[in-house]
């Protein structure tokens, strides 16, 4: 009996699991756990940097595109300045060529552009177009007198900008230097080649130069209208205040050429022989005059008549004439030249300048300027291709004209917008300000920066406007 129960037993006992092997086989269990769990951990992480790959490259992709798209817009801005719309004014407001214009359908996206600016303060929306940057002050060029009368700068800004600060502290520390106003003949003015290079002079900041217009949208958005709540700062009157860039440029220029890009006759030339058949007999018997009396002619204005008086070889004074009224003024100002430059910086269209621009240029005072903007709405368009008509339409007189010219154009070749590259539906984009140049042959890009970053700078069409868009 004893041997066959422990037989039993030890049966028993056999058939049960030690604690040991218990043990072992959890072990292992959480073994394969942690290696699954490893396992899916790996695999997620793979999956993740594969989608996050993809969306990457997508959004490289998309951000190409926009930025391809943008750049057609800068294209047919150019194609349309370089054509001289200037004097059709197709640059000013068309939204038929610069408004949700279609570029390219990729399969999944339609890809457009919009070319906007600042409209009038009439207006409560954007401009489709372009902005003429010589219908502004070129702080390069502008003396102190036209930037009171034209901006809200402080007088130590004004200083500033016309480098009158600048010799007076070098003056002030050093009273034995030497005087380098009086040897280059006025104040050794910095050089803007952007309107952000002022916040490197003391008094500017970037409200200073872009007004309240924080996200450059040009439009006013409800923390650009509520005084200090939000920023930025705002006057809350209703009206964007753009700042000194509405009435300020560091770009405007033209070549000294006559309108059909021919070389202009240099007046104080040592070549005494006026060309034949470019001014009018009289005219080029005056001159020839002036000349035998050593005559030094400061601009072709000079020759205003009817009739100027000339120190004769007697000694005596006597009226001459020379045959330069309003009907021969336009080819006066065209044909002839009193610079050696090549380039005429800081002119004023007075064609596209508003009143607060036509005011600092000297001779022309608050009611001349608004009187100017008034009589320019009727003009024709070959009128406006010269600023003679100033003085042929009786806004200026004589005296007043010859003041005016050497500061007036009637040229735009230098423009300033927004450009907008987007998609639909997917709704990417890019925003870029940008300035271009016409006066060469070949129109360039004279300024381009991203200002994505300040977001989209309005509602991307629906799809039912897209539609009429595409149509049309």
Not at 171 to 200: C, N, Q, Y
Not at 302 to 321: F, S
Not at 393 to 405: G, N, P
Request: hydrophobic residues 40%; glycine residues 6%.
């Amino acid at each position: 009996m004893r041997v066959s129960v422990g037989k039993g037993v030890r049966s028993i006992q056999s058939g049960a699991e030690s604690p040991h092997s218990k043990r072992r086989a959890g072990f292992i269990l959480i073994v394969v756990l942690v290696v699954v769990v490893l396992a899916s951990m790996v695999a997620l992480s793979l999956l993740f940097r594969m989608r996050a790959e993809q969306a990457a490259f997508s959004a490289s992709v998309g951000s190409e595109q926009a930025w391809f798209t943008a750049m057609s817009g800068i294209q047919q801005a150019m194609e349309i300045a370089k054509n001289r719309a200037a004097e059709t004014g197709e640059w000013n407001n068309n939204p038929g060529a610069f408004r949700h214009q279609m570029v390219v359908d990729d399969g999944s996206d339609k890809w457009f552009f919009t070319i906007f600016t600042a409209a009038g303060p009439e207006d409560e929306t954007v401009r489709y177009g372009m902005t003429d940057e010589t219908r502004k002050l070129n702080l390069n060029k502008a003396t102190a007198e036209m930037l009171r009368a034209a901006t809200v700068l402080s007088q130590q800004q004004i200083e500033a900008i016309t480098g009158a600060s600048l010799t007076n502290s070098a003056s002030m520390a050093d009273p034995l230097s030497v005087d380098t106003e009086s040897l280059l003949g006025g104040p050794v003015r910095p050089h803007f080649s952007t309107l952000d290079d002022l916040l490197k002079l003391p008094g500017f900041t970037p409200g200073v130069i872009y007004g309240e217009d924080a996200n450059r949208n040009y439009h006013l958005d409800p923390n650009e209208d509520d005084g200090v709540l939000l920023f930025p700062p705002d006057d809350s009157d209703g009206t964007l205040f753009l700042g000194l860039r509405e009435v300020a440029t560091v770009s405007a220029y033209e070549f000294d050429v006559a309108a059909d890009g021919s070389p202009r006759f240099q007046l104080n030339s040592t070549n005494r022989s006026v060309p034949e058949f470019i001014i009018p007999e009289k005219t080029a018997a005056f001159i020839e005059m002036a000349w035998s009396h050593k005559v030094i002619f400061k601009h072709p204005a000079e020759l205003l008549g009817p009739k100027l008086k000339m120190k004769m070889a007697d000694g005596k004074e006597a009226e001459v004439d020379t045959g330069v009224g309003a009907k021969e003024l336009p080819t006066i100002l065209d044909q002839l030249t009193t610079t050696f430059e090549a380039r005429l910086v800081g002119l004023i269209n007075i064609n596209t300048a508003d009143v607060k621009v036509l005011r600092a240029i000297p001779g022309i005072n608050e009611a001349k300027a608004e009187l100017i903007v008034q009589t320019r709405e009727g003009l024709s368009s070959e009128l406006k291709q010269s600023p003679a008509w100033l003085y042929s339409e009786s806004v200026l007189t004589a005296e007043e004209f010859k003041r005016a010219a050497p500061h007036m154009t009637a040229r735009s070749l230098q423009f300033r917008f927004n450009v907008v590259g987007y998609s639909l539906p997917a709704g990417r984009y890019r925003v870029y300000e940008v300035v271009i140049d016409t006066a060469d042959k070949q129109p360039q890009i004279l300024y381009l920066r991203d200002i994505t970053r300040f977001g989209l700078p309005f509602p991307l069409p629906s799809a039912d406007e897209e539609n009429v868009q595409t149509q049309s």
